[in-house]
């Protein structure tokens, strides 16, 4: 999952969401038949059609305004094909006027989306790769949700890695449970914290680490990090003038952690946040690549569910 929450913006021709394709080009866009319904009442949002050359690592970010009434969402299922990396609904401050319902452009590159900031909005919640649960649910406790309101701007952004020898067509769904407001006791937010200017030289190894205090009391549910196949350790720490404890370490990294990263849950009231407390994110990797590794090819991630909130909570390094 990877969070996969730490895009900074995106600069691209807007035009450009087509890879050079071939006769061999294969169709992987999802059908009925490869995403179940949590509920007979779940929305289905379908993404765009995309296509990927063999060998590349892209990244689109599709458009568009919710435009249901006022909502509280309880879970967020996201299905993609066997090259998906990541499925994730950003809330956005672009336009119509800037970016269009159904806009889509290829945001592969980091660098500044005009107009517009892009940050978590849902969390998923499940989430399936060729059919496969890439995660243990991380399902909200009754009466929880995260808001959606009326006229909100999104972005459902889609990241696939295609390693295999021909060009694809893609298309993504993502399927969301409501709850009405009037019923929601508590409100929860995704929290992210994301170093984006690292660069670890060819045949090294790197660290770096950063330091997020946002002075503010939460409960959370679950944190979890976010590395690359280059990562070889990960550790968040909750550092106050009383204490430093581990909230959450993986001293091991291993590929597969991309896509299904171990994840630490709490129930609720477990965990409570000091306001004076600063979380220190550490990350490690080794670089055996001929060139610089840097995000968003390698990332280094701490991503949470916190409550009570109504927006996502955001460090950027």
């Known amino acids: 999952m990877t969070l996969l929450l730490a895009l900074a913006a995106c600069s691209a021709d807007p035009d450009d969401t087509t890879a050079e394709l071939t006769d061999t080009t294969v169709d992987l866009r999802l059908t009925d038949a ?27 970010c599709y458009f568009g305004t919710y435009t249901g009434p006022d909502v509280g969402v309880k879970t967020l299922t996201t299905f993609q094909n066997d090259f998906g990396h990541h499925l994730v609904l950003m809330g956005t401050t672009a336009s119509e ?5 159904g806009t889509v452009i290829d945001c592969t590159e980091t660098g500044s989306l005009d107009m517009t900031t892009i940050e978590p909005m849902v969390l998923p919640t499940g989430a399936f790769v060729g059919g496969e649960a890439l995660l243990g649910q991380t399902l909200l406790p009754e009466g929880m949700a995260v808001k959606m309101d009326e006229g909100q701007r999104w972005v ?10 021909d060009p694809i067509r893609a298309q993504d ?6 709850l009405d407001p009037a019923v929601v006791e508590t409100w929860a937010a995704p929290m992210a914290m994301s170093h984006g200017s690292f660069s ?6 790197g660290t770096v680490t ?5 002075e503010q009391e939460w409960s959370v ?56 407390a600063t979380f220190r994110t550490t ?4 670089n055996d690549t001929d060139e610089p590794l840097e995000f968003p090819h390698e990332m280094c991630v701490s991503v949470g569910m916190v409550y009570p909130q109504t927006t996502a909570v955001i460090c950027d390094y």
């Open 200 to 205: 670890i030289p060819p045949g090294e190894s």
């Open 221 to 276: 549910l679950y944190m979890l990090g976010h590395m690359h196949e280059w990562g070889t350790s990960i550790k968040l720490e909750q550092i106050t003038p009383a204490e430093t404890k581990v909230v959450l370490e993986v001293a091991e990294w291993s590929p597969e952690f991309r896509d299904a990263p171990p994840i630490t849950r709490y129930a609720e009231g477990e965990y409570d946040i000091p306001v004076d």
């Open 97 to 101: 006027l800037d970016y269009p319902d």
């Open 210 to 214: 950063m330091d997020c205090a946002f």
């Open 156 to 165: 459902l952004q889609a990241h696939y890695i295609n390693t295999g020898p």
């Open 34 to 60: 490869d995403y179940t319904l949590p509920s007979p009442d779940a929305d289905v949002w379908w993404g765009p059609e995309i296509e990927v050359a063999a060998g590349e690592d892209r990244v689109f």
């Open 173 to 178: 769904v993502a399927v969301l449970e409501y």
């Open 283 to 286: 990350c490690t990797w080794f």
